[in-house]
């Protein structure tokens, strides 16, 4: 059973800084491209990171581009999203998955909340 768990969201001031981690397990995590997704009330969700299989290249949304570093670590099947200079348009749950584009997704975690005050 494919499971996601994401945590370290919170209540930010503008200009802060997270760090994000997605716990995944019940499927390859190695083989897959790994996304960072974020969702507002009334929005799509969008992909705003994506990682490489064995971590060697990213690609980001551009309205994180320059203030976000997506990595991971394929021995503990985990994701990771370091936000900085965070702004209140980041405000949003997030959530993690493989990537959309090349897979679909797995059942999606409940994600975590950032909440960054202006």
């Known amino acids: 059973q494919v499971q996601l768990v994401e945590y370290g969201g919170g209540l930010v001031q503008s200009g802060g800084s997270l760090t994000l981690t997605c716990v995944t397990s019940?499927?390859?995590?190695?083989?897959?491209?790994m996304n960072w997704y974020r969702q507002t009330p009334g929005n799509e969700r969008e992909s705003i990171a994506s990682?490489?299989?064995?971590?060697?290249?990213?690609n980001y949304a551009d309205s994180v581009k320059g203030r976000s570093t997506i990595f991971r670590d394929n021995r503990k099947n985990m994701v990771y999203l370091q936000l900085v200079n965070l702004k209140p348009e980041d405000t949003a749950v997030y959530y993690c998955?493989?990537?959309?584009?090349?897979?679909?997704?797995?059942?999606w975690g409940q994600g975590t909340q950032v909440t960054v005050s202006s």
């Open positions: 998955n493989i990537d959309w584009d090349n897979y679909g997704v797995y059942d």
């Open positions: 019940g499927f390859g995590f190695t083989y897959y491209r």
């Open positions: 990682i490489s299989e064995d971590g060697t290249s990213a």
